[in-house]
């Protein structure tokens, strides 16, 4: 009856020790930032966006879809697909800017960033123009992409260089940003997490006042295309992105 009793004790003693191991991993899966094993899940489209149109521009696994600016195929180095996410890594601009296989001309856009530490700066482009002789920011208008370092013009969410972000909402470095961009004919609009941050018509005299006084003056095909490939910056800093999804507007 003893040796018994102690065979119980023992199973039930060691019983516990593993549901406490595996409490601690779910809660260690439920903390991660990055949202990974958490019950959430990421690069997917539910029923209610694909029957609205829809498209992962990111399927979490994979690089399709996108190549290098002035780049016939997606760069070797730099660019990389890690635990679901899409990652610039390199510090000297080996891996180029990316943009979309294809074109779009009025759409919305939606995607997550983080920077993860440090100092980290990227855009998001769209209209781009490719031209061999002249970098990607000569005719793209760029979304910023920056740690919570720079103000007005140059802060996270603005229309870089033009329209600040209003009000300035980014997170800290280390937590992820939501953005969503909409292109409707002249209209840009931006939301970040959750709170539209710009809006402004393109093509107007304000507009044309706020590109004179910018360092895109002497660009003379800059914010002017009504259709081109969205891109992604390559600045030389580490960030992530994710759930990266367009739809297209008729």
């Known amino acids: 009856m003893?040796?018994?009793?102690?065979?119980?004790?023992?199973?039930?003693?060691?019983?516990?020790?593993n549901m406490g191991c595996v409490l601690e991993r779910n809660d260690a899966r439920s903390s991660?930032?990055?949202?990974?094993?958490?019950?959430v899940h990421h690069n997917v489209l539910t029923?209610?966006?694909?029957?609205?149109?829809?498209?992962?521009?990111?399927d979490g696994e994979t690089t399709n879809g996108w190549r290098g600016y002035n780049k016939s195929s997606f760069p070797q180095a730099g660019w990389v697909v890690r635990d679901g996410l899409l990652v610039i890594t390199d510090t000297d601009y080996e891996g180029g800017d990316l943009i979309t296989e294809e074109m779009y001309e009025n759409f919305i856009l939606k995607l997550d960033w983080m920077i993860p530490e440090g100092n980290g700066n990227s855009g998001i482009f769209f209209h781009v123009l490719e031209q061999p002789d002249k970098e990607i920011y000569w005719s793209a208008p760029e979304i910023q992409i920056i740690?919570?370092?720079?103000q007005g013009r140059n802060r996270a969410g603005a229309l870089y260089d033009l329209v600040p972000a209003d009000p300035q909402n980014d997170k800290?470095?280390?937590?992820?940003?939501?953005?969503?961009?909409?292109?409707?004919?002249?209209h840009i609009a931006v939301w970040q997490n959750g709170e539209k941050v710009v809006e402004i018509e393109?093509?107007?005299?304000e507009w044309f006042d706020l590109v004179r006084e910018s360092k895109f003056e002497c660009h003379p095909e800059f914010g002017n295309l009504r259709k081109g490939q969205i891109g992604l910056q390559d600045h030389g800093d580490h960030v992530k992105f994710r759930n990266i999804k367009v739809k297209v507007l008729d």
């Open 147 to 150: 740690s919570p370092r720079s």
């Open 32 to 39: 991660n930032p990055e949202g990974e094993n958490s019950g």
């Open 2 to 17: 003893k040796r018994q009793l102690s065979i119980a004790l023992f199973m039930a003693t060691a019983l516990a020790l």
């Open 47 to 58: 029923d209610e966006e694909v029957a609205d149109g829809w498209k992962l521009l990111f």
């Open 202 to 205: 393109r093509w107007t005299q």
């Open 172 to 186: 800290p470095i280390g937590e992820w940003n939501e953005v969503k961009l909409v292109v409707d004919n002249p």
